[in-house]
């Protein structure tokens, strides 16, 4: 103990003589202060020194640089993350923002799936916002990407509405936001949103949507007292609107026409317990079209036609249009006309006796007549990826038995069509189809020398139609060589027919998508290839612009979405 103290004592005098100041004696008292600062501004008192910089001097020991940050852009804040398939963070990395703002509105439904669900991933992924300001007098590139979402009927990308910036938004963003939202059936908050926002727009969009929430949401004083107040306003009055909110409240009116009809108005109607006018159901978009589908205070045969062109637009789901069509009850007798006739008068209530038939059939032979009807209906409508994918799950009871080898061609294209390259496998080997395998080679490559299939393939497409069989090797011929596959040794008699008039891009478009393949733009790539990709609202049949699509998509690391558009190309033709 005595000798801890000793050392305790040492270090107390070693750190005494550390502290003194310069010239004091050891052993004479000293006061130790902190020095005074002086306070800057006072007159007869130095000025301190100035602070230290911390960007340190050019050369200097330090070689630290504080670089300001920019500002965080959230216009591409997105629902999908690496786990649902989303584009990369850096999707937009080196691609100038007014080309996305330019291209961004040529998107337009179609009927392709693969182009739909690349649009999905594309419009709601989360990713850094590309370089650059939005344009002041311009619609922002987060009222674009709202503004397709709603314009394709993508009613899953409402959640995204609650992750995007709403400052300094338009009243057009405002307004496809409650839209989109009362398209995915979410009216607690599009009427929330209304509420909020009625009183910064003064003008008769908004006040009918506070009428519309109100008779939807049972407030019917209120919607009454709202309707009063706008007919006397004189001019501006809304015939149809005006009879959907009477007949909500009990006064039933006569509905003929619906003009405009968007999702809040075609709600109103089956609020209203009223059928959809022909005129609205024609000019009705997806979004409005899925908000009709999926009203359970709709019956469901009224449903039908509107589902089904959902599902074609990408808006509903497969699956979704199949349990519409499992809801239809037929009687016996309306069974056996469908399967002797192929069809009703009713086309969607035919095709849904067909699908529970398909589904519930006795016999393995009813089920394959009703298949057989569907999937000639589905080629005689321009449809048959979309009812492919309907009536896939269908095909799983089924065995690929030799009584069945005419039904196994259809079989196995309506299996390609789906994805399901396992199960459409045994009945193309059934079908002993040699141009199902080359479809089949498009999804997965298998085979070696593909030149000797496409040889083989010719006079089986010939034998089918001698019209469209040029056509159709020469797409096999660019797709295949577009995803690596060589077709060395092809017969060169048949793929060499004289040109023909060709629907192609604008060479801008063109040369665009493939420099931004070819320097890695993932974003820009797909962008580009979704508007090249499409002719109207159907996926293009043009060979040389698919092959093109096929490429930029693989260059980027999208093999599978490559493949599946190739497959869905193959099939579209006819192959």
Request: aromatic share 4%.
């Amino acid at each position: 103990m005595r000798a801890f103290r000793a050392d305790l004592a040492a270090a107390a005098a070693l750190l005494l003589l550390l502290t003194l100041p310069a010239g004091a004696e050891v052993g004479a008292p000293t006061i130790l202060v902190p020095p005074i600062e002086p306070m800057p501004g006072i007159p007869g008192q130095p000025s301190p020194p100035p602070p230290r910089s911390f960007i340190p001097e050019p050369g200097s020991a330090d070689d630290i640089q504080a670089v300001p940050l920019a500002p965080i852009d959230p216009a591409w804040a997105g629902t999908l993350g690496p786990a649902d398939g989303s584009l990369p963070r850096s999707m937009w990395q080196g691609t100038p923002r007014d080309f996305i703002v330019a291209a961004l509105p040529l998107l337009q439904p179609n009927n392709s799936p693969a182009l739909q669900d690349l649009t999905r991933r594309l419009l709601l992924s989360d990713a850094a916002a590309p370089q650059g300001q939005d344009q002041p007098d311009a619609p922002s590139l987060t009222e674009l990407r709202v503004d397709r979402l709603l314009a394709l009927g993508r009613v899953d990308g409402a959640p995204i509405l609650d992750v995007l910036p709403h400052l300094n938004m338009s009243e057009t963003f405002d307004r496809d936001g409650v839209e989109l939202r009362v398209a995915a059936n979410d009216l607690t908050n599009a009427c929330g949103t209304v509420q909020a926002l009625v009183g910064r727009y003064h003008n008769a969009w908004w006040d009918r949507a506070t009428v519309a929430c109100q008779a939807l949401s049972g407030a019917y004083d209120q919607a009454a007292l709202g309707l009063s107040a706008m007919r006397e306003q004189k001019t501006g009055r809304d015939p149809a609107f005006e009879a959907l909110i009477d007949t909500i409240d009990g006064h039933r009116q006569k509905l003929d026409k619906l003009p405009d009809p968007t999702p809040l108005r075609v709600t109103l109607v089956a609020a209203a317990k009223l059928p959809l006018p022909p005129d609205a159901l024609a000019a009705a978009g997806p979004a409005a079209l899925v908000a009709w589908a999926t009203n359970d205070k709709v019956p469901v045969t009224q449903r039908l036609v509107a589902a089904e062109k959902a599902e074609i637009d990408g808006a509903l789901p497969p699956d979704a249009l199949g349990l519409l069509y499992a809801g239809i009850v037929a009687t016996p007798d309306e069974q056996s006309t469908v399967l002797k006739n192929g069809k009703l008068p009713d086309e969607a209530r035919g095709r849904a006796i067909l699908y529970s038939i398909a589904r519930t059939g006795i016999t393995q032979a009813q089920r394959v007549l009703a298949l057989n009807a569907l999937i000639a209906d589905a080629r005689r409508r321009n449809a048959f990826i979309a009812t492919a994918r309907v009536i896939a799950p269908l095909l799983a009871p089924l065995q690929p038995l030799p009584e069945l080898q005419t039904f196994a061609g259809d079989a196995a294209r309506v299996l390609l069509a789906a994805g399901n390259l396992d199960a459409a496998a045994p009945w193309i080997v059934l079908a002993q189809a040699v141009e199902l395998q080359l479809v089949a080679d498009l999804a997965h490559p298998s085979n070696d020398d593909i030149g000797q299939l496409l040889r083989a393939a010719a006079p089986r497409l010939t034998a089918r139609s001698a019209a469209n069989a040029p056509h159709q090797l020469d797409l096999l011929t660019a797709l295949l060589g577009a995803l690596g596959q060589g077709t060395g040794g092809v017969n060169w008699d048949t793929p060499l027919q004289p040109t023909h008039a060709a629907v192609l891009p604008p060479a801008a478009l063109w040369l665009d998508q493939q420099q931004a393949a070819q320097a890695g733009r993932i974003g820009e790539t797909v962008l580009a290839s979704l508007v090249i990709a499409a002719t109207g609202d159907h996926l293009s049949n043009e060979p040389v612009v698919l092959a093109r699509v096929v490429t930029g998509l693989n260059t980027i690391g999208l093999e599978g979405d490559a493949r599946r558009l190739a497959v869905e190309a193959a099939l579209a033709a006819g192959i």
